[in-house]
């Protein structure tokens, strides 16, 4: 399965919850169908896409298909070529780990503000009860499909339970736009670390540094939320170079076939 299928970023979800017209509903429609077919693998990296094939395809209008282009180009997923039409992207392993530096950027920021601006007790009853159902995931001898579906859909709770305590909904929005690159998630490489106890010991650091940073918000420690939070981004980075090396789940391509949109290498 497709992670960012799973844990779809919060701009897509407010696009969807917010689709009130017809011709609106249509181009969300589209850009998600879409989305899906490019980090499904059903539309390979470096293949051509023409409009009117997949307007064919999807049953759907020019319009909506047109718009839906349009905004996958914007967020990177595709190329628009000179003469018309649109080449599916790849990414080297910079791009990706830039994406993760970025993200782990304006995490640290938004913890610091929560930190600095004071977070209410309910907002940090709700991040703490998150925490213990990670931990409940976490207690399991072995973890399978259906665990790993758990702590990615609590991960991303709790994530999203953090950026909404800075109070800056200026800083979430630019979150929002970095989460809609490929392999940008809190949880992007989650689904690769199925099967391997090492990976699965990484899971238990990034609770413990969950923990962490929920204190030094609670304490106002905002130097200290930033820090963690910078550190917590380190730990997708290293997956990112695992996965890359061969070193996760053989099952990792069927998993997420997505990751074969990385080029291996720098450039």
Request: proline fraction near 4%; glycine fraction near 6%.
């Amino acid at each position: 399965m497709s992670l960012l299928a799973v844990n779809p970023t919060p701009a897509l979800d407010a696009a969807r919850a917010d689709a009130g017209g017809a011709t609106e509903s249509a181009q969300v429609r589209a850009l998600l169908q879409l989305r899906e077919l490019i980090l499904s693998g059903e539309l390979a990296g470096g293949s051509r896409i023409a409009e009117l094939a997949i307007v064919e395809r999807l049953g759907v209008s020019r319009t909506p298909i047109r718009a839906a282009l349009m905004r996958l180009e914007q967020e990177g997923l595709l190329e628009a070529l000179p003469n018309g039409g649109y080449v599916v992207q790849t990414f080297s392993e910079r791009d990706v780990a830039d994406a993760i530096e970025l993200r782990g950027t304006l995490e640290g920021l938004l913890a610091r503000l929560a930190a600095e601006r004071g977070a209410s007790a309910a907002a940090l009853a709700r991040a703490r009860a998150c925490l213990e159902h990670i931990d409940a995931v976490l207690a399991a001898p072995a973890l399978n499909d259906e665990g790993f579906s758990a702590y990615v859909a609590c991960n991303s709770e709790f994530h999203t339970l953090l950026w909404s305590m800075a109070d800056s909904p200026t800083t979430v929005r630019q979150l929002e736009r970095v989460l809609s690159l490929p392999f940008a998630s809190p949880s992007g490489f989650v689904v690769m670390q199925a099967h391997s106890q090492r990976a699965r010991d990484m899971l238990v650091v990034a609770q413990d540094q969950h923990r962490q940073v929920l204190d030094a918000i609670e304490q106002r420690e905002g130097a200290r939320a930033e820090a963690i939070m910078r550190e917590h981004s380190r730990l997708a980075q290293r997956n990112l170079r695992e996965v890359l090396a061969g070193h996760a789940t053989v099952h990792a391509p069927a998993s997420m076939p997505a990751i074969k949109l990385i080029r291996r290498g720098g450039a």
